[in-house]
């Protein structure tokens, strides 16, 4: 098993979802392990330095089979135990898809309005009590990432900023819980690029890894734009910075934008991966595996959102032209 140094800058590894799967309950509840282990195995002969996997977990399959649920997970983890991945299993999901291709996961009024019919907070809290406390002291778990991506809103304004410290209780709830099931355990929240990074202040005091999606974003006609450059390099140096005055390593947990043209991908990919690998930071990308969630296919797979194909292969399991290029680092 690999052994990270504190720093995490060693980590080169990749998010997984199955090529079957569209959303959580897909991937958990119709979970094909002869087809996990073969495209988990096939990334780390593309990749041999392939060494952490993120997988999205899911509570609404665990809701619905939770002795399922968990043996699906020990599968899954004993999968990347025996290809020498250590995981990070995220908990709970906040990002939804703009073009209405949504993977699931967590609603404002599952937890900020207890008069909902939909307030699963308790539940919420049972599911990581249960997941969490099942796996104490497990050391294929590297990390437990609490909730990818809270805050999921693209502006605050007199609407959202109430909302800020009421998701933010929640997650305060979710990593006393966590840490309760498990005192020993490495808990953190992965954040997203947006409100001027003050997510990260936000969530400090409840991650023990500062854990960042340094995305370069830009559609094809903007990849060689140097003000967009020029901010990509500042957030990432804010990114160090930030994890150096509150004594925490930094991990990247997503990166990596995509195209539909290969090329396209290939000179964001260098350009991310060139500035990453410049600041010592060790980096998973999104996504090994092409697969119906979205930002993660091509146009023969699934309906297409934005056209933005994060996949390191094509539907068929072949690493696509160029994609090689993340072995340089």
């Known amino acids: 098993m690999p052994s990270f140094q504190p720093d995490y800058s060693d980590v080169r590894g990749f998010n997984y979802h199955s090529s079957v799967a569209s959303t959580g309950l897909e991937n958990w509840l119709r979970f094909d392990a002869a087809l996990w282990e073969r495209e988990l195995t096939q990334g780390k002969a ?11 977990l899911s509570w609404d399959a665990y809701f619905r089979d939770p002795a399922a ?93 109430p909302l800020v410290p ?15 099931a498990d005192p020993a355990a490495k808990v953190s929240v992965s954040t997203h690029n947006g409100h001027d990074l003050a997510d990260l202040t936000w969530v400090e005091p409840i991650s023990d890894v500062m854990l960042v ?14 003000a967009l450059r020029d ?19 930094v991990l990247v947990t997503e990166t990596c934008w995509g195209a539909l043209k290969d090329s396209d991908r290939v000179d964001i990919l260098r350009f991310t991966l060139d500035t990453l ?21 091509a146009p023969d797979v699934a309906v297409l959102g934005r056209g933005n194909n994060c996949a390191f292969t094509t539907s068929d399991g072949a690493l696509r032209p160029g994609h090689d290029i993340f072995n340089q680092y």
């Open 46 to 56: 593309y990749f041999p330095k392939f060494n952490l996997v993120r997988y999205w």
């Open 69 to 161: 649920f968990k043996a699906n997970f020990e599968t899954a983890l004993t999968i990347a135990d025996q290809l020498d991945l250590k995981v990070i299993p995220c908990l709970l999901n906040r990002w939804h898809d703009i073009f209405g291709l949504d993977y699931g996961g967590v609603y404002l009024d599952n937890i900020i309005v207890p008069s909902s019919w939909a307030y699963y907070r308790p539940l919420y809290r049972d599911y990581v009590t249960d997941i969490v406390g099942s796996h104490q002291g497990d050391r294929r778990v590297e990390i437990w990432d609490l909730c990818n991506e809270p805050w999921s809103y693209s502006d605050l304004d007199d609407f959202t900023k």
């Open 166 to 180: 009421l998701e933010l209780e929640w997650l305060q709830e979710l990593y006393a819980t966590a840490k309760a």
């Open 213 to 226: 999606h340094p995305y370069f974003i830009c559609n094809p006609d903007q990849i060689w734009d140097q």
């Open 231 to 249: 901010r990509f390099v500042q957030d990432v140096e804010y990114m160090v910075d930030f994890g150096r005055k509150v004594g925490k390593p």
């Open 277 to 297: 690998a410049a600041h010592n930071l060790g980096f998973m990308a999104w996504v090994l595996h092409s697969t119906p969630v979205a930002d993660a296919h």
